[in-house]
């Protein structure tokens, strides 16, 4: 089955929950890169198997691509040819129990789990405040900052199989975590996290998530990116190193190294995803020259020639 019948199928079975050629720029903090072919809104679980079965009757391999917020994407100018899945509806929920767990959905954002656990008096999980991505990205991503990773908050994340349409319920020992890194394959939707915390007074929570949010606005810049480009090395970060190459307002087209940290490109009106791109393989390569170092690219480039 091609692109177009399994659009059609998909259209038949979910309805309006299914859009064709939806600019990427609307769904990623970046705010460029080209068209995703299919995407498809899931609102409960049953959706999710129904677009798997449907991809999996496909005879072409369909590629595919779970959207959390965009904040960790890189799309091609020409687009994904593929179907792009958005979660919606029963993922967006939090619920916070006694027991101080709080499980929230694959499509929550992290500043609202961040905030709804500090005012219901939990601490533990006010570092994802300033993290702008999605509590599915989170776990694929091991999103961190602020001294903490989300694999030491995990208890037990579910997990569907788009292909095999089977669930797997995982520890965080079982996601192989490491930094900005899991086992969780593209195919893969985390649905829902379960995050522990612990009890403290909210107003001290409260203090917590304004100091980091203060540092973010004083030390990251606002508008289009997706935050830290390049992982850091082993013992070093990757920001010092660009700032030390000199590589501070290097630009391609309309993306330059951000002058307050060095390690976000920014995207001005008119760029493009190539520019990001072509800008990232620059940076690279005079990081290389300057310290020998070789930064390995933290966001997901999707549609390139190659990944870096
Ligand atoms: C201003 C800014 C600051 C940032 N600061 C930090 C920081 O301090 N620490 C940090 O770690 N990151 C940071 N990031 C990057 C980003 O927010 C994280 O990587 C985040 O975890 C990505 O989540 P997302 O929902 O946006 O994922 P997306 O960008 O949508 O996707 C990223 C990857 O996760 C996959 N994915 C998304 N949702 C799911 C899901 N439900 N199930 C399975 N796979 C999924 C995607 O397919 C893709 O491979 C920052 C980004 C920005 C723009």
Redesign the pocket.
């Known amino acids: 089955m091609a692109l177009p019948d399994l659009a059609s199928q998909l259209e038949a079975q979910l309805g309006e929950a299914v859009s064709l050629n939806t600019s990427v720029s609307d769904l ?2 970046y705010r460029l890169g080209g068209p995703v072919a299919v995407v498809v809104r899931v609102f409960s679980e049953n959706d999710l198997v129904t677009v798997g079965q449907i991809i999996s009757s496909a005879q072409d391999e369909i590629p595919l ?9 890189l799309v091609a100018d020409s687009g994904f040819m593929g179907v792009g899945i958005i ?1 919606d509806g029963d993922f967006t929920e939090v619920k916070i129990e006694p027991g101080l767990r709080l499980t929230a959905g ?1 499509a929550v954002p992290l500043p609202v789990v961040a905030r709804q656990s500090a005012a219901a008096g939990l601490t533990g999980l006010e570092f994802l405040v ?5 509590i ?6 091991n ?3 602020h001294g903490r990773e989300i694999r030491e908050v995990l208890d037990r994340a579910r997990i569907v199989d788009i292909q095999s349409g089977k669930t797997r319920i995982c520890r965080a020992d079982d996601l192989d975590f490491s930094y ?1 890194s899991s086992n ?1 394959k ?1 195919h ?4 829902q996290a379960e995050l522990r915390a612990s009890l403290d007074d909210p107003d001290a929570c409260r203090k917590r998530i304004d100091d980091i949010v203060r540092w973010r606005r004083e030390n ?1 810049p606002g508008g289009a ?4 480009t390049f992982k850091n090395p082993s013992g070093d970060s990757a920001g010092r190193l660009i700032d030390s190459a000199g590589l501070k307002g290097l630009r391609v087209g309309g993306v330059v190294v951000s002058e307050k940290h060095a390690n976000f490109l920014q995207a001005e009106e008119g760029a493009t995803a190539r520019d990001v791109y072509e800008l990232m393989k620059l940076v690279q390569r005079k990081v290389k020259e300057s310290c020998g170092i070789d930064l390995e690219s933290e966001l ?1 480039t999707v549609g390139f020639d190659e990944n870096l």
Do not use: K, W
């Open positions: 990623t903090t691509i779970v959207i959390g917020r965009g904040s960790n994407l979660l694959g300033g993290i702008p991505g999605s599915g990205g989170a776990v694929r991503m999103a961190g900052g900005r969780v593209h893969e939707v985390v649905v990251q990116n997706a935050g830290s997901h």
